[in-house]
Structures are given as C-alpha cells and as structure tokens.
C-alpha cells in the first residue's frame, strides 16, 4: 500500500454548514437572498471582522449532483442548497462569533428567512489537503 503525504493545518479551525432552502423558496431565490442580502449583513459584524478569516460559499450544481447521485447511490440527492463555511485560528474565536448578541440578533432570524435550520447539517474540524495539484 503507498502511503499518501498529507498536510492537516492545526491552526485553522473550519465549521460547514451544509443548507437547506425554506419551503416555498426555489433554489435561485435561495441563493440570490443569499449572496446579496445574508452574506453582506453577515460580513458586517464587527465580531466577524475580528475572528473570521475566511467564509466560503459552496454552490450546488443541481444538475450534476443528482447524475453524480443517481450514478453513485442509485437515490436523489439530499435536498441542499448549499454550503457556508467559516474559518478561523480557532474554534473558540469561531464559537465567540455564534455567541455574539448581535450575531444571534441580526444573523440568526435573517437565516430563517431562506433556511429551513431544521434540516441544516453541521460538520466542524480540520481540513487537511492531500494534493493541490
């Protein structure tokens, strides 16, 4: 067996959280309450200024996910929309972020808006790259 070089950043924290559209909503209006009114407020906050190096956007490709599913699991896909992710030195200053009253005042009742949080999935942890060809 060959053995894979891998790098694993222990000074980088990532939470994702993988999305699901509210009911009602089509994945375009989603997506575009996203990007032009969540993100914008959300980059606003001065605790995010302080403990967010970066956040990602993942965008499904519908089309391709539910081939790629179809031909890998023989089922639909799960109905997400997209994925957020937050990164930080630490998980702490990222649970500071999640903490924050104006976080929670402004941010979370503006997800309501275009997320069903009920069927959010969250993964947090390292990443580690394995190739970056």
């Not at 956040?55 to 994925?83: K, N, W």
């Not at 990222?94 to 959010?120: M, Q, T």
Request: charged share 25%.
């Amino acid at each position: 067996m060959t053995s894979v070089a891998h790098s694993t950043r222990p000074d980088r924290y990532r939470i994702s959280f993988i999305l699901t559209p509210k009911a009602g909503l089509s994945l375009e209006e989603f997506n575009n309450y996203w990007v032009e009114h969540h993100i914008p407020l959300l980059l606003s906050l001065p605790i995010v200024k302080k403990n967010l190096i970066k956040y990602e956007r993942f965008h499904i490709d519908t089309p391709t996910t539910t081939s790629l599913s179809q031909h890998f699991t023989g089922e639909a896909p799960a109905p997400f929309g997209g994925v957020a992710i937050f990164e930080s030195d630490t998980l702490e200053k990222l649970l500071e972020i999640f903490e924050d009253e104006e976080y929670k005042r402004l941010i979370l009742p503006d997800a309501e808006v275009f997320v069903d949080s009920s069927k959010a999935q969250i993964l947090a942890g390292h990443y580690t790259t394995v190739t970056d060809a």
